[in-house]
């Protein structure tokens, strides 16, 4: 059984670091991009970042770029977000969620999804 | 940026009504378009890929069309357990969502 465990949220206050992490099992790590996905209370789903199989090519979204850092760690079968200067805006669910397509050269939909977890920017 | 225009924002029906939900992309995205549901404090689900299919063990009154620039989820007959908020995902580019419709009973 695919499953995703995001851990590492919590509050944190403006300008702060926090850095996520999922757990994937059921299903070869190495052979998926993986996502980040947010959601702020009450909004929409946000695409957040994504990572190729072998965490090479990284992409994010532009109100992140340069304060977030997405990896992996095939070996330890982890994804991770480092989340640094932290604003009021980024507080959010943040789910990790697993591609659809096995062992392709790119992003396309997110089949598994972790249950989310809570990040709180604030004083 | 492809920006994705999700219509109408909420939506409310009857139970065995036919749903239509529109999402129109500001430039040619094939039909690298995906469908969710995501109901009250759970994660999204993957209901349709690639514009028109089915996921695996989605029900088949679900469905979607569309290509290029313009495309349609329907759900042919509403049942109680669809309410939830729908979002449409182009993947042409870095991956976006719509703005969601939020489903509710009549």
């Known amino acids: 059984e695919v499953q995703l465990v995001e851990s590492g949220g919590g509050l944190v206050q403006p300008g702060g670091s926090l850095r996520l992490s999922c757990a994937p099992s059921?299903?070869?790590?190495?052979?998926?991009?993986m996502t980040w996905v947010r959601q702020a209370p009450g909004k929409g789903l946000e695409w957040v970042a994504n990572i190729n199989l072998d965490g090479s090519e990284t992409y994010y979204v532009g109100s992140v770029e340069g304060r977030f850092t997405i990896s992996r760690d095939n070996a330890k079968n982890s994804l991770y977000l480092q989340m640094n200067s932290l604003r009021a805006e980024d507080t959010a669910v943040y789910y990790c969620?697993?591609?659809?397509?096995?062992?392709?050269?790119?992003?396309?939909?997110?089949?598994?999804w972790g249950q989310g977890t809570l990040v709180t920017v604030s004083s | 940026d492809i920006q994705m225009t999700q219509s109408p924002s909420s939506l409310s029906a009857s139970v065995g009504d036919r749903v239509t939900i529109t999402c129109q992309a500001s430039?040619?995205?094939?039909?690298?378009l995906n469908w969710y549901q995501q109901k009250p404090g759970k994660a999204p689900k993957l209901l349709i890929y690639?514009?028109?299919n089915l996921e695996t063990g989605v029900p088949s009154r679900f469905s979607g069309s569309g290509s290029a620039t313009h495309f349609t989820f329907t759900i042919s007959s509403l049942q109680p357990e669809d309410i939830a908020t729908y979002y449409c995902?182009?993947?042409?580019?870095?991956?976006?969502f719509g703005q969601g419709t939020k489903l509710e009973i009549k």
């Open positions: 059921g299903f070869v790590f190495s052979s998926y991009w």
């Open positions: 430039q040619d995205i094939h039909n690298y």
């Open positions: 995902q182009q993947y042409d580019n870095l991956p976006a």
């Open positions: 969620a697993r591609d659809r397509l096995y062992n392709w050269n790119y992003a396309s939909g997110f089949d598994y």
């Open positions: 690639d514009a028109s």
